[in-house]
């Protein structure tokens, strides 16, 4: 059991490119989300999954995309990358939205030039 | 929407001594979870504790228990028998079972001073 993956572990973009962020579930867990974490500040929720086909937004959505065509993978998409999107990414799952107890990813650092 | 405030910025503790965080969250909610998570300098987010809200005993986890007061809307950590390899940042987190959605405070961050 991998748990919930993370690629890639470390990413360099300039300001407009777009590049998604993979993660990945092997729990067969229901409920999945993206967050955030800024330096010296909590998570905060991007955007979340509760099944395949099935997303929602979290409270930071803005410039992220993300789609859900399999119960395993829940990819972030930046479609045009900005500096303010510099941060550590987080990917979460849990088996369902009312078994809350998440299980997080090792996390990915994202720097924008 | 729902906050969750965390006022101690930094904390710092003995080794062997007990040290309590404290985290307060607003809701309107009746059905939530809180948690407290644990982040090492790793990042790596590894779950602490968690607590039902419609249950009134405080959950327990080794070393680790809370002390959860709904009409308050408070919910602290308490480290007993501090080890050097607590030293972490703390987070609390609320979870709004209504919503699916997670909240999570600012942190804390501990050193356990040998």
């Known amino acids: 059991n991998a748990g919930v993956t993370q690629t890639p572990k470390f990413q360099v973009l300039k300001t407009g490119q777009s590049m998604t962020l993979q993660c990945a579930q092997d729990?067969?867990?229901?409920?999945m989300s993206w967050y955030r974490q800024d330096p010296g500040m909590g998570l905060r929720l991007i955007h979340y999954?509760?099944?395949?086909?099935?997303?929602d937004q979290g409270e930071v959505p803005n410039g992220y995309n993300v789609s859900r065509s399999t119960t395993e993978d829940f990819p972030l998409r930046l479609l045009s990358a900005a500096p303010s999107q510099t941060s550590v990414y987080f990917c979460?799952?849990?088996?369902?939205?009312?078994?809350?107890?998440?299980?997080f990813g090792p996390g990915t650092r994202l720097l924008v030039l | 929407a729902q906050t969750v405030t965390q006022s101690q910025p930094e904390m710092s503790v003995q080794e062997a001594e007990t040290v309590t965080l404290s985290c307060t969250y607003d809701?309107?909610?009746?059905?939530?979870?809180l948690f407290w998570y644990k982040q090492p300098p790793s990042r790596q987010m590894i779950l602490v504790i968690r607590?039902?809200?419609?249950?009134?005993q405080n959950a327990t986890e080794n070393r680790f228990s809370v002390n959860f007061q709904k009409a308050a809307k408070s919910f602290s950590l308490k480290i007993s028998d501090s080890q050097l390899g607590d030293t972490a940042m703390y987070f609390c987190?609320?979870?709004?079972?209504?919503?699916?959605?997670?909240?999570f405070g600012d942190g804390t961050t501990l050193t356990v001073k040998p």
């Open positions: 979460a799952s849990s088996y369902s939205r009312i078994q809350e107890t998440q299980y």
């Open positions: 729990m067969n867990h229901e409920y």
């Open positions: 999954s509760v099944g395949a086909g099935i997303t």
């Open positions: 809701t309107s909610e009746s059905n939530y979870y």
């Open positions: 607590q039902e809200a419609y249950k009134q």
């Open positions: 987190a609320y979870f709004n079972t209504n919503a699916g959605k997670s909240t």
